[in-house]
């Protein structure tokens, strides 16, 4: 089953949903992986900085903010 | 009866005293080297300056320390030397203070490495705990700001996490001082009177699996595999990217007789 | 039995590994970390257990205020202010305090070096050289800096500093640099060189490097209190704001300035020889805790007394026997420290300082502590400050060699922007292991400090305001 993905960048806040793919390369790609962002894991868009960016998100308990580029990269479905 | 780590082999001792100056770590005599490590902001420094009664920098956000700093303390007649080290959220990392600590934990050949977590997430702080337990036996899991989690009205069976990771669990909250008492007290039974772990290993996937074990004869074949756990080794191959494969083997060139990945061995290793 | 042994055994197995690594589908690094993961969620749900009757407290609040669009910048700026007020205000009195103390124990000393018959030059150069430098680093830098760090920690220890990383990062990522760089503006602020060092938490060697350079533009431990002192003694209090409020509102100013500065900066690396795109960032925002406001002030205070006078015994004393000696040795009927005055005054003059004031900056390099002693030991060069105990004698004395509001501007402003001390030097040389980064973080600041501090004398001295 294909599922319908948006970035996670156009989440906005109070949103959440799941993680379906990483686009995300480098050094980047590890530390997200490291902070457990995985394929399934829920993340809760928190709110955005005053400029509209970077983006906070509730992950695994814990508040990690990133910039709206790199979220683009981060493919989601919303639950 | 005297049981320091490296009596079976001045060699050995000689070694890790070698190995630890790369690091700036130099012990008096007898004293056992202890590595703070863990996620950032956890409250490893407060750890350490409760133990140690020096006053190391700490502050509400990842990253304030960046470099390696060392400590006394002394706890029945024993003296231990504890190593903070910079925040680091897995042992892949590639950040400058994260490789400092990386590299410690790693190649540092501490005598014990307390991982300290956070209470309030420990999800994901036991992802690093769980990397650091695969390279090494001697761990001490400090679960810090048990006053927080209580505010946060979270209980945590700390039994039961003990008996699934197999390796000692102290709940704390360093900054009140709790619990620091028991901490010395399991450093003291795993570095003196070298009680024994059984560190959970990482369950992983068919896949995975089977990556390392087509890999494994390969690396068994290495030199470097009759001192640092051919698994790890090969896994770190699987996913690591280079850096870190030519940091491993430097550090391997300097000391070959003994990495910290052999500690699993207990310490009774022997060329 | 060297593992580098060429080709090494571990990196051929490594190169030979690629294809595994690169295969198509889900690469196997993710898949032990989704393993790993996958083991500790399932691990946590049996062991956490959330308790009911959970209430809501002010934590969950206060980032609706503290990153939003509407209050974020105030309340950036107004805790700016208000910690800077705070600092002025409460800094009088002791300042005042030590001072009294600190000057009546030198009528004492002199009584006892009278007593022995000490020769004039010995209690020239220990007395009226180094004793009395001391006793102004210490007057002068502690009252502020105990009042102003044990501040900022409660700031620090609450969690304020990552939010103020997520509210400019999208400034500094338009500067092409990072948003981090702000902490280790922070860390600046008590001292450059631990600002340097700090800087190990950007991922991105080339960002890294921007922050290294540009450190040096947020006011250290060492400026502060003189950009403190010059504020304090050039605003006159008016009807409706206190002299201490225009004080505070103008180290704001400054401070903000030196932002500025630090964004442009970046920028402008960015598109010259630190070429590229900004990098991503990763920051935690970590829970707000409640400090523990006894201790966090006690240790701060603590901390910073001991960390100035440190500074004050190991700089600042030799630095003043040094200037003292300088200042009364003659070469034909002016003293050295005169004549070397004499050869920079045109070029002091031509940025709106004077050659006294140049030289001491100049000699400030080891550490920026000792500036205006230097400063007002070679004013005074035969020593009458005896007197000293209030901020309205030095700025009698500053007025009497010729200080204008220009003269005091430009020296705040060169304080700001000049070269950065010994100490910083030499991190950045650790940090970068390059000579050629290290000689550009002096020449950066230094062309700027000159080139602005000129236009703006020049643009007065044209606008014929002094
Ligand atoms: N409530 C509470 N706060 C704590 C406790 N331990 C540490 N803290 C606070 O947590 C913050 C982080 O502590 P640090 O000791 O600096 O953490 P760290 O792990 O050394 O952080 P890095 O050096 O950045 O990796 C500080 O503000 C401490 O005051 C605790 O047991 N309870
Ligand atoms: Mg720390």
Redesign the pocket.
Known sequence: MKLLSVPLSTLKPGEKSNVVHLDVLGLLRRRILDLGIVPGTVLTCIGKAPAGDPIAYLIRGTVIALRSEDACLIAVEQV | MKLKLGDHSNALQYHSRVMREQFGIRTTGEQYVIALA????????????ALTGLH???????????DNAQGNYSYRNKSFLLV?L??TYSLLAHSVEEEIARDFICFGQPDATIV?LDATSLERNLNLALQVMEISSKVIICV?????ARKKKLSINFDELEKELGVPIVP?????R?GLADLQKAVYSMVVEKKKTWPKQIPYSEEVEQAISALLPKVEELSLARVVNPKWLALRLLDSDVSFIETISRYSAIQPLRTVASQRQGGEFTL | MSTLNPPDPLLKIYSDTESVRSSSGIPIADRVVTDIFAYTEKLTQRVVIREEGLQSSWKDNIDKFVISRVFGYPLMLLLLGAVFWLTIAGANVPSAMIASVLFAFQDVLTHWFQLVQAPAWLHGVLVLGMYRTLAWVTAVMLPPMAIFFPLFTLL??L?YLPRVVFNLDNMFKKANACGKQCLTMCMGFGCNAAGVVSARIIDSPRERLIAILTNNFVPCNGRFPTLIAIASIFMASTLFLSQSLLAAGMITLIVLLGIGFTFVVSWALSKTILKGEPSSVVLEL?PY????VGAVFYRSLIDRTIFVLRRALVVAAPAGALTWILANVYIGDVSVIASIAGVLDPIAKAIGLDGFILMAFILGLPANEIVVPVLLMSYLATGQLTEFDSLFELKKILLANGWTWLTAFNTMLFALLHWPCATTLLSMYKETGSKKWTFMGFMIPTVIAFSVCFIVAQVVYFLGLV
């Open positions: 863990g996620n950032p902001n956890v409250g490893k420094s407060t750890v350490f300056n190391q920098h700490t502050g509400n956000w990842p990253g304030k320390t960046v903070d910079p925040g300290v810090n700001l048990i006053d927080e704390t909250a360093a900054r009140n709790e | 620090e220890d969690g970590p805790r409640l400090p523990k």
